[in-house]
């Protein structure tokens, strides 16, 4: 019983380059939750995804961050033309129905960005 | 403005005593807390949670308590184990989506065999 699977776990990227962030899931989960944690902070929401839709963005960035959840295959955070700022943590969750009081969430072991 | 604060960067506490672990919101329009439990290099665990209508809420060894008078809620943990070193993120939100929650910078929670 897979949890919920990032990759990849360590991503370095040069500034101006693209990165690509992937979260798969738990089984039976179609609600997928994207947050940032900067060094030495807690975590930020950035989106809130279910299959082939974006219910909540208002945590991302207006230019350069990206994500989906299409209908096959797992949810993409995409940041493109990187900056130095953008070296952090990621972690994607998942829920098996909308996360509201009385029911969990699950995160994965996060995607650790480092841009040089 | 930071709307969840969490004022004390770590905390060492003794095999077996009680870990008291403290949080402060602004936002009166926050309605469901959370505890999150994290280690290092890995994701945050789903610890426990309270609802704005309760005052307490207790599941094992883990009890959170709520003060929204003084928008004030604590992580009660007795007795603490060396396995509760981690760092913990109280977080909240508003009624309807608790995955939209807003987070402290975390306490350090050593627990000392």
């Known amino acids: 019983n897979a949890g919920v699977m990032q990759n990849p776990r360590h991503l370095v990227r040069r500034r101006g380059q693209e990165a690509r962030l992937r979260c798969s899931p738990m089984?039976?989960?179609?609600?997928v939750y994207w947050y940032r944690q900067l060094p030495e902070e807690g975590l930020k929401f950035m989106v809130y995804l279910q299959k082939e839709n974006i219910i909540d963005e208002s945590g991302m960035p207006k230019e350069r961050f990206s994500a989906e959840f299409p209908k096959e295959g797992p949810s993409i955070l995409r940041i493109q033309q990187v900056v130095r700022g953008d070296s952090a943590a990621y972690f994607c969750?998942?829920?098996?129905?909308?996360?509201?009081?009385?029911?969990?969430?699950?995160f994965g072991e996060g995607s650790w960005l480092t841009v040089v | 403005d930071q709307q969840v604060k969490q004022n004390s960067p770590s905390l060492s506490v003794q095999e077996g005593r009680i870990s008291i672990l403290n949080c402060d919101y602004t936002n009166s329009m926050f309605d469901y807390f959370l505890w999150y439990k994290k280690y290092p290099a890995e994701g945050p665990t789903f610890l426990i949670s309270i609802s704005s209508i309760k005052d307490k809420n207790e599941d094992g060894r883990f009890t959170v308590f709520l003060n929204k008078s003084a928008k004030h809620l604590s992580l009660h943990i007795v007795p603490s184990q060396p396995g509760d070193s981690a760092v913990y993120f109280c977080?909240?939100?508003?009624?309807?989506?608790?995955?939209?929650?807003?987070f402290g910078d975390g306490t350090t929670l050593t627990v000392k065999p």
């Open positions: 089984k039976g989960h179609s609600h």
């Open positions: 969750a998942s829920s098996p129905e909308f996360f509201s009081p009385g029911n969990t969430i699950y």
């Open positions: 977080a909240a939100s508003g009624p309807t989506n608790a995955g939209k929650s807003t």
